[in-house]
């Protein structure tokens, strides 16, 4: 067909930042990645990966002519995703969403894990729950945060404010967790941790048993994403298994389905995430 052959010189160009933690070489972004280029093999059609550290404008870098579509991974800078939406080329965003720009988007559905993860706990006894990561770091984070709110305010428990300062992070230092436990007083201790990942966990876990707490004795702490770590630590940690290639492959059926129908609504897609319970929660000491 003539659209097969107009594929097939054309390639996806994937924009993705390069930081200190979202990169090809990430276990979570580089899944993704990963997800994306198999669907796109099994479509003979080839992609180009920008890291937009550097870039200023795509028609510096590439050819807007020969770009299929784009699919943009994480927190790409909004003057690209502007340029983008103006040169007309179909975009699909994974894992963010830019409020100026109408697009389809697929994340995991973070709000409903948690929201699940979250309502485990209470269901094991615990009132006093603290969420802990910086919910201002990315839109995940956020819903993460949201939903474990929604199942303690559900509930009729109160949330507990989120008082350790964050840099831009997603991954505190030992001190800074080390300072917020010493500040904690018998009677304002959680007896369960939300944390929004499984880096922040094993942070956590960590902390907690230099200051010579036992997990999940003395506290529960949750994870999120399901990383290769998460079930190689002692104690193993209860989180929530997201898709990642998942994420990669769902992004090129909509970019196919885009191109296609360029009149239909957009979409957000949610991914349903499953719980693992593992070792790191237990149901509260009556005492």
């Known amino acids: ?86 040169l007309g080329i179909p975009l699909i965003m994974v894992d963010y969403e830019e409020p100026l720009i109408p697009s389809d988007t697929v994340f995991n559905n973070s709000f409903d894990s948690s929201y699940q993860l979250t309502t485990h706990l209470i269901g094991l006894g615990h009132s006093r729950i603290q969420f802990i990561g910086n919910i201002k770091y990315s839109r995940s984070f956020y819903d993460r945060w949201l939903g474990y709110r929604s199942a303690l305010e559900k509930n009729g428990l109160p949330v507990l404010n989120n008082t350790i300062d964050y840099q831009e992070d997603e991954i505190l230092s030992k001190e800074k967790i080390k300072k917020w436990i010493n500040n904690l007083s018998k009677t304002s ?12 966990a094993m942070q956590m876990i960590t902390v907690l048993q230099e200051c010579g707490l036992n997990v999940p004795k003395d506290i529960s702490v949750t994870g999120f994403d399901n990383m290769e770590f998460s079930y190689a630590i002692s104690p193993t940690i209860t989180t929530v298994d997201i898709a ?17 129908e360029r009149d239909t609504p957009f979409e957000k897609v949610l991914l349903s995430g499953s719980i693992l319970l593992r070792e790191s929660t237990a149901s509260i000491e009556k005492s």
């Open 244 to 260: 990642k290639k998942g994420l990669g492959v769902r992004a090129v059926d909509m970019l196919m389905r885009r191109v296609k």
């Open 1 to 86: 067909s003539l659209e097969s052959a107009h594929q097939k010189n054309k390639v996806v160009l994937v924009l993705m930042p390069n930081i200190r933690f979202q990169n090809k070489e990430s276990r979570y972004w580089g899944r993704i990645l990963d997800g994306i280029s198999e669907s796109l093999e099994g479509i003979g059609t080839g992609m180009v990966v920008l890291t937009e550290n550097n870039v200023e404008s795509l028609e510096n870098v590439v050819n807007p002519k020969g770009l299929f579509g784009v699919i943009s991974i994480g927190v790409v800078s909004t003057t690209l995703l502007l340029e983008v939406h103006h």
């Open 189 to 200: 201790m959680p007896t369960a941790i939300v944390c929004s990942n499984d880096n922040m």
